[in-house]
């Protein structure tokens, strides 16, 4: 027998979607109830097999395992691995996909030849073959210059850009201050040290002051000869027209580190710091390098702050860096460490070492400073009314207060275009009928031309996503995402969403930049993106990791997620490699 209430359902959808379903009605919060499918064709009951709520809302419920559920997660039959939107190189898969796609229709433009006007020299020329070269030039008023600009950018021979500056001595007798600056970049750049002091002593004379560029290039230089302590005054030189550059304190502190003066160079790290300004890999790298040699506790110490910092920021070291970490470990006196580069399993266990990796899942502690921050920066900041309005808005709050908590929150409309396969009301319908099956509260946000009945928008499955889902639709100039992120953290942290949306706008308005870390945690969490939809197929949704991909340690192991050459990282994705380092003292 079919349950009755299965008439319920227009006809147009039965036949549209060659469903046989029957319903059962399933309570709710606050007495509402919806109209959940017993049973759906099997193409749409396939790649779910169940959800576990990690927050329990019953006193009924089951106790959640504390080491892996403190939201929902998704199991699924025929998973499609762990490359997943915020895996490292994600971003380029698609696009090589989506061009492989359009094969022929691509028409490759061919490339114009830049091809140079005036030639570049490869050997120093004369004051006559220079005076010809610039009597054929098109631009003979900045020719200096421009040549000098085309030896730079070629590596030239240093000896061709001497000849340059006799046959402008010459011709003018004297040399401009742009291109002595041009001149000194390109003896900055091959090493020339005995030039940059030369050019030095010129510039020192014949100006007074000197702008950021030249200060710079001095540092780069100065940094590299025994003279180097007076890069020191260089870099105080940029100090009081702008905030110096990473690369500018980075020379420095090298030149510091290759000349034993430790103490200096963490005094310039910490200034970095206090300047919020981010060093380089070369720079962190010169640290494990040169502090090996004598590594004392206090030593010691400091880099394991170096080590929080790269922690605390989610920054992930280069090959290169790595090394150098690895061999500082390896290093340390009375202690063994032994390194091995390794993949993680999708369960967070590391393969070689047996150690669990941290829970991807936010802590109640982290959780409610999210959420605080999320409604005062991106809720109720200053440009949310550029998106909605206050009456909008306020409407929506006191609809998601009065049927809180909800499982899923879903973008309709960032659904419904998943795909160029099938209406958008009949992709939004599926996957909202396919988590119906898991017994779920869900929320549906839209926008109100999505009822209006056109062909990309059926109404009659429209009717039906509002019988599984309670459903919010919006203004259609107002923009979603604030609705989403207000109703999907409001509801706890066993709430998620779908969509593909990466939300780096929403992220760049927390203030705070802890805030900004723990949104990128939660994201990835809590964010379930449809891995690709074929209608009449089973629906899939990329795994979500049970591990935070960031760099953490025990009390005989750290695990540190690495930039792999190679692979190109997008700033929302995170590497795949980690190193393992474990503590084998005792072993030995």
Wanted: glycine residues 4%.
């Amino acid at each position: 027998g079919r349950d009755p209430s299965s008439d319920m359902l227009p006809r147009r959808l039965m036949t549209v979607l060659h469903l046989k379903c029957a319903f059962t009605p399933v309570v709710k919060a606050q007495g509402t109830s919806k109209l959940l499918p017993c049973s759906l064709a099997p193409w749409s009951c396939t790649s779910w097999r169940f959800l576990m709520l990690g927050v329990s809302r019953h006193n009924g419920d089951k106790k959640r395992d504390s080491s892996s559920t403190r939201q929902e997660r998704v199991i699924r039959r025929g998973a499609t691995g762990t490359f997943t939107l915020f895996t490292a190189g994600a971003a380029r898969k698609r696009a090589e996909l989506a061009k492989s796609k359009l094969g022929n229709k691509l028409i490759d433009i061919p490339k114009v030849a830049n091809t140079a006007k005036t030639p570049i020299p490869i050997n120093p020329l004369s004051i006559d073959e220079w005076k010809k070269l610039k009597a054929d030039a098109y631009n003979k008023t900045r020719f200096e210059v421009s040549m000098m600009e085309k030896l730079l950018s070629n590596h030239a021979d240093i000896d061709v850009a001497k000849s340059l500056l006799v046959f402008v001595t010459m011709e003018t007798g004297t040399i401009g201050y742009e291109l002595l600056l041009k001149y000194l970049a390109l003896c900055v750049q091959g090493h020339h040290l005995n030039e940059v002091l030369d050019v030095y002593a010129i510039m020192k004379t014949k100006f007074k002051t000197m702008d950021i560029g030249a200060n710079s290039l001095f540092i780069s230089g100065f940094s590299k000869t025994d003279r180097w302590k007076e890069a020191l005054i260089f870099l105080d030189s940029i100090k009081k027209m702008i905030n110096p550059s990473p690369r500018n304190y980075g020379d420095v502190i090298i030149s510091a580190l290759q000349h034993k003066e430790v103490e200096t160079a963490w005094k310039l790290l910490n200034e970095m710091e206090s300047r919020n300004l981010q060093p380089n890999e070369e720079t962190l790298q010169a640290f494990f390098d040169c502090v090996k040699s004598s590594c004392d506790k206090q030593h010691e110490n400091m880099m394991m702050n170096i080590l929080s910092y790269l922690r605390d920021n989610q920054i992930y070291p280069g090959e290169s860096l790595l090394h150098s970490i690895q061999s500082w470990f390896e290093s340390l006196p009375g202690r063994v460490w032994e390194g091995h580069k390794t993949t993680i399993e999708y369960s967070g266990e590391c393969h070689i070492c047996n150690t669990l990796l941290e829970s991807i899942q936010l802590s109640d502690e982290e959780y409610n400073i999210l959420r605080d921050c999320v409604m005062n920066d991106v809720i109720q900041g200053r440009d949310v009314f550029k998106k909605t309005t206050p009456e909008e808005l306020q409407h929506f709050q006191s609809f998601v207060k009065s049927r809180l908590p909800f499982d899923v929150v879903i973008d309709g409309l960032n659904v419904a275009n998943i795909s160029a396969k099938g209406t958008q009301s009949r992709i939004l319908l599926e996957v909202v009928s396919h988590l119906a099956q898991q017994n779920l509260r869900l929320l549906v946000l839209g926008r109100k031309h999505m009822l209006r009945g056109t062909r990309n928008w059926d109404k009659s499955h429209m009717a039906a996503i509002q019988k599984y889902a309670d459903c919010f639709f919006t203004s259609n100039i107002s923009e979603d995402d604030p609705f989403l992120l207000y109703a999907t953290i409001l509801s706890g942290n066993h709430c998620t969403f779908v969509s593909r949306d990466l939300m780096r706008d929403h992220k760049a308005c927390l203030i705070n930049k802890n805030a900004r870390r723990l949104f990128f945690k939660w994201q990835r969490g809590h964010q379930l993106v449809l891995s690709h939809y074929n209608p009449g197929h089973k629906i899939k949704f990329e795994i979500i990791t049970k591990y935070d991909t960031i760099m953490q340690s025990t009390q005989n192991t750290w695990h540190i997620p690495y930039e792999e050459g190679g692979v190109e990282r997008s700033s929302y994705e995170v590497p795949r490699r980690w190193l393992c380092l474990q503590n084998i003292t005792e072993k030995k």
